[in-house]
């Protein structure tokens, strides 16, 4: 099992521009999620998603787009980049978020 | 405010003493996870309590959770330089979702 993956590692984006952070993951787990943690932060909830076809806003959603047409895909979309987007993004998954979370790891974002 | 309170927020210590970090908060939860995040990579689940009073041990950390399940200790005895890293403890809510919330977590230096 490769567990969760993200492309890319790493992004340079302009102001304005929009980009697709993607998430695979492999162990066939219901819940997925997309946080971000900004330096000497921990992680902030922005998207989750209970199934395919499924998601909801997490604690900070402004800026951001999800979709979940399969069990195994969780991408994660910014329209309209801004630098208080720049970031570490992380996906995780979870068979019940009550039995922990299994996290990529991560892409680091950088909006100028 | 801050729903997680993990204090201290930096450690340095020396390899082979002992330490403690701490997870509070003024809510009761149905769990509390513990994560090791390295630089560069996704937070990893140490392991996840459930019932208040609860002891478990993963080599040299010991984990405790609150007898009235707001707050949780990990304990680590005679620390290694492979301890560093930052810990962050997270909770579901009781109110029936799915979500987990993070602490800001405390940063572990283990000097050799």
């Known amino acids: 099992n490769a567990g969760v993956t993200q492309t890319p590692k790493f992004r340079i984006l302009k102001i304005g521009q929009s980009m697709t952070l993607q998430c695979t993951q492999d162990m066939n787990h219901n819940y997925m999620y997309w946080y971000r943690q900004d330096p000497g932060m921990g992680l902030k909830l922005i998207y989750y998603s209970v199934g395919a076809g499924i998601t909801d806003k997490g604690e900070v959603p402004n800026g951001y787009n999800v979709s979940r047409s399969t069990t195994e895909d969780f991408p994660l979309r910014l329209e309209l980049a801004a630098p208080s987007q720049t970031s570490v993004y992380f996906c995780?998954?979870?068979?019940?978020?009550?039995?922990?979370?299994?996290f990529g790891p991560g892409t680091r974002l950088t909006v100028l | 405010t801050q729903l997680l309170e993990q204090s201290p927020q930096f450690l340095s210590i020396q390899e082979g003493e002992n330490l403690t970090v701490y997870c509070n908060s003024s809510?009761?939860?149905?769990?509390l996870q513990w994560y090791r995040q390295e630089p560069g990579e996704g937070p990893v689940l140490l392991v996840t309590?459930?019932?208040?009073?609860e002891v478990k041990k993963l080599k040299r950390l010991t984990f405790q959770f609150g007898d009235a399940r707001k707050d949780s200790s990990l304990h680590i005895t005679a620390a290694q330089p492979g301890d560093t890293g930052l810990y962050l403890c997270a909770v579901v809510s009781n109110f029936g979702n799915e979500k987990l919330t993070f602490g800001t977590g405390t940063r572990l230096t283990i000097i050799p």
């Open positions: 309590v459930v019932t208040g009073g």
């Open positions: 809510s009761v939860f149905s769990s």
């Open positions: 995780a998954s979870s068979m019940t978020s009550g039995r922990g979370q299994y």
